[in-house]
């Protein structure tokens, strides 16, 4: 058994994930429960799009985290990015494992090139439906 800090610290950006009926988060949700069941440390990173769910909540052993989204026009689309790529940075930098789920999601792109130029490279899986 490994310690824990032994333990590799992966992430699943996804769009939207439980409560949401996305087939994509439902997905991801799923794969990182299985996870965290074999002793891994997987979170999930996914929008709160408008502010409608809780930012942070565990559920099933799964971390959540939800980064503010509000897409009322461009605006505010605009001004979420900027709040959105920091926190991207941040999820990037401390995990190990950067596992991207849909290419619906905004930004994952950069997500992408941000792994790849912080060395994130051996423990990069995209996965985009």
């Known amino acids: 058994m490994q310690k824990n800090s032994d333990k590799k610290?992966?992430?699943f950006f996804v769009p939207e994930t439980i409560p949401s009926f996305a087939g994509t988060g439902r997905s991801a949700f799923n794969f990182a429960d299985y996870l965290n069941t074999?002793?891994?440390n997987v979170s999930i990173v996914t929008l709160n799009r408008n502010l409608?769910?809780?930012s942070k909540e565990k559920v099933r052993n799964v971390r959540i985290i939800r980064i503010s989204y509000i897409a009322f026009n461009t605006l505010t689309k605009t001004i979420s990015f900027i709040y959105i790529l920091p926190n991207y940075l941040y999820h990037i930098l401390i995990n190990d494992v950067i596992i991207i789920y849909s290419?619906?999601?905004i930004g994952y792109q950069l997500i992408i090139f941000l792994s790849d130029f912080f060395k994130?490279?051996?423990g990069i899986y995209k996965i985009i439906s």
């Open 103 to 105: 290419s619906h999601l």
């Open 120 to 122: 994130k490279k051996s």
């Open 38 to 40: 074999k002793s891994l």
């Open 9 to 11: 610290n992966w992430v």
């Open 52 to 54: 409608k769910l809780k």
